[in-house]
């Protein structure tokens, strides 16, 4: 059973920065990427970037690029979420997911974790 484990969630203001981590639970190394979503209240789960542990290549929603950056350390079996310049609209749960395939469909994420709430004061 694999288990994600986020944290780092909070209350900041806008402008702010918040670091989210997932630990991974099985050797990374079997997993082909990973991914960050979002949920906010009343919208549906949506994809905020993806880093493929094989290369290092990133992939980013438009509504984040140039202010999030996701990256993995092998070594900790951990994915970062690191969101700089943070707005209102970014208020949501996150999630991290496991995508062991490195498909690009939403059902190639088979392992999630729990979520953690950001919240973005304006």
């Known amino acids: 059973q694999v288990q994600l484990t986020e944290s780092g969630g909070g209350l900041v203001q806008a402008g702010g920065s918040l670091r989210l981590s997932c630990g991974v639970s099985?050797?990374?190394?079997?997993?082909?990427?990973m991914g960050w979503f979002r949920q906010a209240p009343g919208k549906e789960r949506e994809f905020v970037a993806r880093f493929n542990w094989f290369g290092g290549r990133t992939y980013y929603a438009d509504s984040v690029k140039g202010r999030f950056t996701i990256s993995g350390d092998n070594a900790k079996n951990t994915v970062y979420l690191q969101m700089n310049s943070l707005k209102p609209e970014d208020t949501a749960v996150y999630y991290c997911?496991?995508?062991?395939?490195?498909?690009?469909?939403?059902?190639?994420?088979?392992?999630w974790g729990q979520g953690t709430q950001v919240s973005v004061s304006s």
């Open positions: 099985m050797r990374t190394l079997s997993v082909y990427a």
């Open positions: 997911a496991a995508n062991p395939s490195g498909g690009t469909a939403y059902s190639s994420y088979i392992y």
